[in-house]
C-alpha cells in the first residue's frame, strides 16, 4: 500500500472555478502535511504547509482530517497559471523523510 | 541566490556505464536528499544525507552510491548504469528533515 495516494486526475476545469483535490495517508503516525506544485519538466516547490485547524493562503485552502487520514486542497478563482500537477506530501513522527504522492494534474481552461 | 544546484540536466548513458549526478547548495542546510521521478510512481528516496559524514537509505538505493565529505555536496553515483535507472533524478536540501524541502532542477537520465 502506498504512503500517501492522489487521484492523478487530470482535472480540467475553466478559469474562475473552484476545484479541490483530496489526498489519503496510510500511516497515521504521520506529523507533518504539505501541498507541493510542479509545473512540466520543473522542480517541486513548495505551496503550503498543512496545519490541523486549517490554513489558508489567498485563494488557496488546505484542510487536515487526522481521523479519516486525508489532506485537501482547494483552490477558487482557479487563473491559468494554476496549471501545474499538484504533489501531497506526508512525514512521519520521528522520520526525516518526506513521502509524496503521483500527483493530481490541474489545467485551466480559459 | 542559487539555492540547489545540479549537474549535468540531461544525460544519455549507456548500458554498465557509470556517472555522477552533482548536487550542490549553499543555504548551509544539513539534510539533503537524492529522489527519482517516474511517472506514475511519484518522487521515491534513493538516499539521503542528515550532515557530513553521515548517508543512509531511502526506499530504492539499489544500484546508487553517495557520498557526504561537505556540507553543500551530495554526489549520486550510478555504479552500472540500467536501462531501469532512465528516470528524472532531483536532489534536495532543506534545513532538517521536516523543514521546507529546496529541489535542483532536476537530471533527465536515460540509459540506452
Known amino acids: 500500500r502506498k504512503e500517501v495516494e492522489q487521484d492523478p486526475g487530470p482535472f480540467n476545469v475553466p478559469e474562475g472555478a473552484t476545484v479541490a483535490f483530496n489526498c489519503t495517508y496510510s500511516n497515521s503516525a504521520s506529523q507533518s502535511f504539505f501541498w507541493y506544485r510542479q509545473d512540466c519538466r520543473k522542480e517541486p516547490k513548495l505551496l503550503m504547509s498543512v496545519y490541523s485547524s486549517g490554513n489558508e493562503d489567498g485563494r488557496f485552502t488546505a484542510q487536515l482530517n487526522r481521523a479519516s487520514q486525508y489532506i485537501s486542497l482547494l483552490i477558487r478563482d482557479s487563473k491559468l497559471s494554476d496549471s501545474a500537477t499538484y504533489l501531497c506530501v506526508v512525514r512521519q513522527t520521528g522520520a526525516n523523510n518526506l513521502f509524496f504522492g503521483t500527483g493530481t494534474r490541474l489545467t485551466v481552461i480559459p | 541566490n542559487a539555492g540547489v544546484t545540479q549537474t549535468p540536466k540531461f544525460q544519455v548513458l549507456k548500458t554498465g556505464q557509470s556517472m555522477t549526478l552533482q548536487c550542490a547548495q549553499d543555504?548551509?542546510?544539513?539534510?539533503m536528499s537524492w529522489y527519482r521521478q517516474d511517472p506514475g510512481m511519484g518522487l521515491r528516496l534513493i538516499h539521503y544525507?542528515?550532515?557530513?559524514?553521515?548517508?543512509d537509505q531511502g526506499e530504492v538505493p539499489n544500484g546508487y552510491n553517495v557520498s557526504r565529505s561537505t556540507t553543500e555536496d551530495f554526489p549520486l553515483r550510478l555504479l552500472s548504469a540500467a536501462p531501469s535507472q532512465t528516470s528524472v533524478y532531483f536532489c534536495?536540501?532543506?534545513?532538517?528533515?521536516?523543514?521546507?524541502?529546496?529541489f535542483g532542477q532536476g537530471t533527465r537520465l536515460t540509459v540506452v
Open positions: 543555504m548551509n542546510h544539513e539534510y
Open positions: 534536495a536540501s532543506s534545513y532538517g528533515g521536516a523543514g521546507e524541502a529546496f
Open positions: 544525507s542528515v550532515g557530513a559524514g553521515i548517508t
